[in-house]
């Protein structure tokens, strides 16, 4: 038997095989869970598809998180085909390429409204379509990451988004408790997916995080799909609101000596 026989998960935000959403899929798979896969655009249904068949997906809907008609149609299939929803997971980002380098203050406003509202706004309007099928209540995630706290170079439009994704996070979580539906989001540490390849300087980041990290290593989607089974599971009944890190320990780490460290992880190496 497993933790989430009989639950169904709507999951958006899956582009590939090295997909943080992909990585939850599977763990929820893997307790029993039916999967429902939503992708943003037709030139990733060739990668989703297949994998989507993998783990014996039979709805698979694209659907633009800033279209409310496409929103719209991707929970009127999952009410048609199955009358409810157990589980929603929101791994869905975005940001113009040039809002992720260069000086923050350069950002343009439209590019920073731009990510704010299909990496945050984003989740509001999916809870609000799910709420309806949750009568007995049910998890909502999100994935969030540490530049939401702290300056991570590069990261600028996002940062922004992330912040609001977390108080966004809280409010939802206020808002649905009443009706039992939890609301939290994963904090990860960093992980190369493809989202995360436009980001400038990028393995830089991956050195220092796992450098700096007190386990000395990086997560990866299987660690974050784990965590998110906690959380779609019924072991997460009294957790809502909350932001939760699995980073190897990476967040709560102050000043370091990071070519030091670099060394002792990888003889020779250093920030490039």
Request: proline content about 2%.
């Amino acid at each position: 038997m497993g933790l989430l026989d009989g639950k169904i998960a709507l999951i958006f935000g899956v582009a590939n095989k090295n997909s943080i959403g992909w990585g939850i899929t599977r763990a929820l798979r893997r307790e029993g869970a039916t999967i429902v896969l939503s992708y943003a655009m037709d030139r990733l249904e060739r990668r989703v598809r297949p994998l989507g068949e993998s783990v014996g997906c039979e709805l698979m809907l694209q659907a633009d998180v800033s279209k409310a008609a496409e929103m719209d149609a991707v929970f009127s299939a999952v009410a048609e085909k199955y009358g409810k929803l157990d589980v929603l997971v929101h791994s869905v980002a975005f940001a113009e390429r040039d809002a992720l380098g260069g000086r923050f203050v350069d950002v343009s406003r439209e590019a920073m409204l731009s990510a704010i509202d299909v990496s945050a706004i984003s989740l509001i309007e999916l809870a609000r379509r799910a709420e309806a099928l949750m009568p007995d209540g049910g998890s909502i995630m999100s994935l969030t990451y540490n530049a939401s706290r702290q300056v991570i170079p590069n990261y600028n439009a996002m940062a922004i988004a992330k912040a609001a994704l977390e108080a966004i996070t809280m409010y939802l979580a206020a808002d649905l408790g009443r009706n039992k539906i939890r609301v939290n989001a994963i904090s990860a540490g960093a992980i190369k997916t493809l989202s995360a390849g436009g980001i400038q300087g990028f393995r830089d980041l991956l050195k220092y995080a796992e450098a700096t990290s007190p386990m000395k290593e990086l997560v990866s989607q299987d660690d974050v799909g784990d965590l998110a089974l906690f959380l779609a599971s019924d072991l997460s009944r009294r957790i809502t609101g909350e932001v939760i890190y699995v980073d190897a320990g990476h967040s709560i780490m102050g000043y370091t000596d990071v070519e030091a460290l670099i060394d002792q992880v990888k003889p020779g190496a250093g920030l490039s």
